[in-house]
């Protein structure tokens, strides 16, 4: 019995032995055979040798698994294929694909904010491609970070696949791009000593209303956040909050996808006041003692990161221009928290000595490099200045070619060299503008100027004026090379015809045809010197039988050939929206090189602007005349000065100065002046709806008669004229709109006033 049981174990071992291969082969195991053959089957537009020559599996080798899964991704990896299968049949190995159908076309369905170019600039799937399903998701994906951007959270994006013969499909992505997705709310969390309201006009995001619907920034945008989180730090730091942080800036889209709820969770700290305030040097010879009054903060102060910014970029300024050409202002700060205070040193030492090596200009698509490089203060090779720079940055922004410029330094090709990275936004420089005046007694004005200030992306400006209304016509071509040859010198012509119906102001009308020609050139950063040769023909017609005697023995044409120069002193901050810094001009003018009219005239103006407080700015300002005959000759009417409209506000043009007293016509006069103080200020006014307020005050004056007063009796009087009023500002998306209402103070009887003013522009 054992002997017979223990026979039967050993049979059924040596059955097991034997039967072993076999299972395991119809199991799928790898055999152990070599490969005799491989046959590639299911390709249509792939040659079998291309597809041999990803696997690394070849005949006369043994059949390897790892080999074998190794092929497989590296076939699947190519983007021909959808499927691969990888079999060994007896001694042949058998290689069986699914090819990938070929894009014919790629179309966007449903899109209507954004244009079919633009998203297919975004999507890599493009027609003659080989179709494969993670790109297409990868397109989806990009597609809808743009609708993101744009504020569109709800976009939804589907991918259609329209299968054509010959293994070409059609894609198609169906778009619903839904709503815009705002800002619900946004909210603080630990702001103790400044409102939700004051955060919230400190920053750039704002909360959605009906009124911004020409602004974008009440959308949900994660670049934009953290704008405003560095506008919070700066704001706070501005306060004294020196140890001020950002904890953490979320949004969260509502449970309906409607809208954003943005929370700022801040640590404001305590706040402080400027203790001890020194400056030192390292260079020596240098008077610390001078640069002292650059400091715009005292001790006991409250501590402000922005003056200690202004005061370190002043006395860089300040050392550069002594000729230390390496300099590096570091202002040291050491808190005292037991008393609040923050102690802060100056240190102007040697900076590294950095050259510059190249000048890299980006995102100027029409403008050319050329036009850019000319307005840098620096060159290649030249010694870095931070105060070139930024000098630099301000000329191409006072361009009016770009939305935004951006000049940051890079590394060169050693420690001793940097790049300036010049990075710019263009934007429109075509402009057609509007312009209309009201009042009861003058009537209605109006015009339209045609500009180009980029022709050709050259920096040209071309300009084409008409003006029309119910007292003057202007028709005038102006062109301007802003660096004629080459050359830090501007050129230019103008050519013109003038109509003036001046019924209502002299019972006289009067009509110019002429030319200019015109150069100038720069003596410093800021001054400027302008000569200008006008040749004109001018005529005094349609004179009134009951018109002044001066007007009517004035009747007929006459010439004038003048010669005049301009000398400009201009540290404006920027042309448009000035904040700061000063404009003054003088002019000399000789008319009789040629002609018929002999005449000496002289003109001097300026204006001040300054910041009183953020948002706030002051500006005062004034003009004064004289001209003078010669020669024996009598000044003509269309040479004299006429004050009045928007050079002295409550009054209408040729409302003040000599006049007939028979006939009540303006005679104009030989001297005047102007003076000017304005305010602006916002009105409380959402910031980006761009409303400001303005409160003015305007005085002048007018006098001397061009003819014997014993052949007419003429009212002449210098006293100073006084008016006062408001206006209101608006930045709007078609130009600038300005109303303005003026009330005269002090006058004579004789005077001619207007109360409102109105003007518009557009840009296109």
Same mark, same amino acid.
């Given at each position: 019995?054992? +002997?017979?049981?223990?026979?039967? *174990?050993?049979?059924?071992?040596?059955?097991?032995?034997?039967?072993?291969?076999?299972?395991?082969?119809?199991?799928?195991?790898?055999?152990?055979?070599?490969?005799?053959?491989? %046959?590639? %089957?299911?390709?249509?537009?792939?040659?079998?040798?291309?597809?041999?020559?990803?696997?690394?599996?070849?005949?006369?080798?043994?059949?390897?698994?790892?080999?074998?899964?190794?092929?497989?991704?590296?076939?699947?990896?190519?983007?021909?294929?959808?499927?691969?299968?990888?079999?060994?049949?007896?001694? &042949? +190995?058998?290689?069986?694909?699914?090819?990938?159908? /070929?894009?014919?076309?790629?179309?966007?369905?449903?899109?209507?904010?954004?244009?079919?170019?633009?998203?297919?600039?975004?999507?890599?799937?493009?027609?003659?491609?080989?179709?494969?399903?993670?790109?297409?998701?990868?397109?989806?994906?990009?597609?809808?970070?743009?609708?993101?951007?744009?504020?569109?959270?709800?976009?939804?994006?589907?991918?259609?696949?329209?299968?054509?013969?010959?293994?070409?499909?059609?894609?198609?992505?169906?778009?619903?791009?839904?709503?815009?997705?705002?800002?619900?709310?946004?909210?603080?969390?630990?702001?103790?000593?400044?409102?939700?309201?004051? +955060?919230?006009?400190?920053?750039?995001?704002?909360?959605?209303?009906?009124?911004?619907?020409?602004?974008? #920034?009440?959308?949900?945008?994660?670049?934009?956040?953290?704008?405003?989180?560095?506008?919070?730090? =700066?704001?706070?730091?501005?306060?004294?909050?020196?140890?001020?942080?950002?904890?953490?800036?979320?949004?969260?889209?509502?449970?309906?996808?409607?809208?954003?709820? *943005?929370?700022? $969770?801040?640590?404001?700290?305590?706040?402080?006041?400027?203790?001890?305030?020194? *400056?030192?040097?390292?260079?020596?010879?240098?008077?610390?003692?001078? +640069?002292?009054?650059?400091? $715009?903060?005292?001790?006991?102060?409250?501590?402000?990161?922005?003056?200690?910014?202004?005061?370190?970029?002043?006395?860089?300024?300040?050392?550069?221009?002594?000729?230390?050409?390496?300099?590096?202002?570091?202002?040291? /700060?050491?808190?005292?928290?037991?008393?609040?205070?923050? #102690?802060?040193?100056?240190? /102007?030492?040697?900076?590294?000595?950095?050259?510059?090596?190249? /000048?890299?200009?980006?995102?100027?698509?029409?403008?050319?490099?050329?036009?850019?490089?000319?307005?840098?203060?620096?060159?290649?090779?030249?010694?870095?200045?931070? !105060? =070139?720079?930024?000098?630099?940055?301000?000329?191409?922004?006072?361009?009016?070619?770009?939305?935004?410029?951006?000049?940051?330094?890079?590394?060169?090709?050693?420690?001793?060299?940097?790049?300036?990275?010049? %990075?710019?936004?263009?934007?429109?420089?075509?402009?057609?503008?509007?312009?209309?005046?009201?009042?009861?007694?003058?009537?209605?004005?109006?015009?339209?100027?045609?500009?180009?200030?980029?022709?050709?992306?050259?920096?040209?400006?071309?300009?084409?004026?008409?003006?029309?209304?119910?007292?003057?016509?202007?028709?005038?071509?102006?062109?301007?090379?802003?660096?004629?040859?080459?050359?830090?010198?501007?050129?230019?012509?103008?050519?013109?015809?003038?109509?003036?119906?001046?019924?209502?102001?002299?019972?006289?009308?009067?009509?110019?045809?002429?030319?200019?020609?015109?150069?100038?050139? !720069?003596?410093?950063?800021?001054?400027?010197? &302008? *000569?200008?040769?006008?040749?004109?023909?001018?005529?005094?017609?349609?004179?009134?039988?009951? !018109?002044?005697?001066?007007?009517?023995? %004035?009747?007929?044409?006459?010439?004038?050939?003048?010669?005049?120069?301009?000398?400009?002193?201009?540290?404006?901050?920027?042309?448009?929206?000035?904040?700061?810094?000063?404009?003054?001009?003088?002019?000399?003018?000789?008319?009789?090189?040629?002609? $018929?009219?002999?005449?000496?005239?002289?003109?001097?103006?300026?204006?001040?602007?300054?910041?009183?407080?953020?948002?706030?700015?002051?500006?005062?300002?004034?003009?004064?005349?004289?001209?003078?005959?010669?020669?024996?000759?009598?000044?003509?009417?269309?040479?004299?000065?006429?004050?009045?409209?928007?050079?002295?506000?409550?009054?209408?043009?040729?409302?003040?100065?000599?006049?007939?007293?028979?006939?009540?016509?303006?005679?104009?006069?030989?001297?005047?002046?102007?003076? &000017?103080?304005?305010?602006?200020?916002?009105?409380?006014?959402? =910031?980006?709806?761009?409303?400001?307020?303005?409160?003015?005050?305007?005085?002048?004056?007018?006098?001397?008669?061009?003819?014997?007063?014993?052949?007419? #009796?003429?009212?002449?009087?210098?006293?100073?004229?006084?008016?006062?009023?408001?206006?209101?500002?608006?930045?709007?998306?078609?130009?600038?709109?300005?109303?303005?209402?003026?009330?005269?103070?002090?006058?004579?009887?004789?005077?001619?006033?207007?109360?409102?003013?109105?003007?518009?522009?557009?840009?296109?």
């Amino acid at each position: 019995m054992g +002997l017979n049981f223990r026979w039967a *174990v050993w049979v059924v071992v040596a059955m097991l032995a034997f039967a072993s291969p076999a299972v395991a082969q119809r199991g799928g195991a790898a055999p152990a055979g070599v490969i005799t053959s491989v %046959q590639i %089957q299911g390709n249509v537009r792939a040659e079998p040798e291309t597809i041999r020559s990803y696997l690394q599996l070849k005949e006369g080798q043994p059949y390897d698994a790892a080999a074998a899964d190794r092929s497989l991704k590296a076939l699947f990896s190519t983007g021909l294929f959808s499927d691969v299968v990888i079999d060994m049949q007896g001694s &042949t +190995l058998i290689v069986k694909v699914t090819e990938n159908p /070929i894009l014919n076309r790629v179309a966007f369905e449903g899109n209507k904010k954004i244009d079919d170019d633009k998203l297919r600039d975004e999507v890599q799937s493009k027609p003659r491609q080989v179709f494969t399903r993670a790109r297409v998701q990868a397109d989806v994906e990009r597609l809808l970070t743009i609708y993101r951007r744009s504020g569109r959270y709800n976009a939804v994006i589907e991918p259609k696949i329209i299968q054509l013969e010959q293994g070409r499909v059609d894609l198609v992505f169906e778009i619903d791009e839904g709503d815009v997705t705002g800002i619900k709310r946004i909210s603080f969390v630990g702001n103790e000593h400044f409102s939700d309201g004051t +955060l919230r006009g400190r920053i750039k995001t704002t909360e959605s209303a009906w009124w911004r619907f020409l602004s974008s #920034d009440d959308r949900f945008d994660p670049d934009r956040l953290n704008l405003d989180r560095e506008l919070l730090r =700066k704001f706070y730091l501005s306060e004294g909050y020196a140890d001020f942080r950002v904890v953490s800036a979320v949004a969260e889209l509502a449970p309906d996808r409607d809208g954003f709820f *943005v929370t700022f $969770t801040i640590s404001e700290g305590e706040r402080y006041k400027f203790g001890k305030i020194e *400056v030192t040097s390292r260079f020596q010879g240098l008077d610390t003692d001078t +640069l002292k009054s650059y400091l $715009t903060m005292s001790e006991g102060d409250w501590y402000d990161a922005d003056e200690v910014e202004k005061t370190v970029t002043a006395m860089a300024d300040a050392v550069g221009t002594l000729g230390y050409a390496f300099v590096e202002v570091r202002p040291n /700060i050491r808190r005292n928290k037991d008393t609040n205070t923050i #102690d802060l040193t100056f240190d /102007i030492q040697e900076g590294p000595r950095v050259y510059v090596e190249r /000048i890299n200009i980006s995102g100027n698509t029409r403008t050319l490099d050329k036009v850019i490089r000319r307005e840098f203060r620096l060159a290649e090779g030249d010694a870095f200045s931070t !105060a =070139k720079v930024r000098r630099s940055q301000q000329r191409l922004k006072n361009l009016g070619f770009f939305e935004k410029v951006d000049i940051s330094a890079a590394p060169g090709s050693a420690q001793d060299k940097t790049n300036l990275e010049v %990075q710019v936004v263009e934007q429109s420089t075509g402009e057609i503008s509007f312009g209309a005046g009201f009042s009861t007694t003058s009537g209605i004005l109006g015009d339209i100027s045609i500009r180009e200030r980029n022709l050709l992306g050259k920096g040209q400006d071309l300009r084409l004026s008409l003006s029309l209304g119910t007292l003057s016509t202007l028709i005038d071509l102006s062109f301007t090379e802003p660096y004629f040859l080459d050359r830090n010198i501007s050129a230019g012509f103008d050519i013109f015809r003038t109509s003036n119906d001046r019924q209502n102001i002299a019972s006289y009308s009067d009509r110019s045809l002429g030319f200019a020609l015109r150069a100038g050139w !720069a003596f410093t950063e800021h001054t400027r010197q &302008t *000569v200008r040769y006008t040749l004109r023909q001018s005529d005094i017609y349609n004179v009134q039988p009951w !018109a002044s005697t001066i007007v009517q023995r %004035q009747q007929g044409t006459s010439v004038v050939s003048e010669i005049s120069e301009t000398i400009a002193w201009d540290t404006r901050d920027t042309r448009l929206n000035t904040t700061k810094g000063w404009l003054l001009r003088n002019t000399v003018a000789v008319g009789g090189l040629g002609g $018929t009219q002999y005449y000496v005239r002289s003109t001097v103006d300026g204006v001040y602007y300054q910041t009183i407080i953020e948002d706030f700015v002051a500006s005062i300002g004034g003009s004064a005349g004289i001209i003078a005959p010669y020669n024996n000759t009598t000044l003509l009417l269309n040479n004299r000065f006429f004050i009045g409209g928007d050079t002295l506000r409550g009054f209408r043009v040729g409302g003040i100065g000599p006049r007939d007293a028979n006939t009540w016509d303006s005679l104009g006069g030989k001297y005047y002046y102007t003076g &000017t103080a304005e305010l602006s200020f916002p009105l409380g006014l959402p =910031k980006e709806i761009g409303i400001l307020g303005k409160a003015f005050m305007d005085v002048g004056s007018l006098w001397g008669s061009a003819d014997d007063p014993s052949t007419v #009796d003429v009212l002449d009087s210098q006293l100073m004229r006084v008016a006062a009023g408001f206006g209101i500002q608006w930045i709007s998306p078609f130009g600038p709109i300005r109303v303005d209402y003026a009330i005269p103070i002090q006058k004579e009887y004789f005077d001619k006033t207007e109360n409102f003013r109105f003007s518009f522009g557009a840009r296109f």
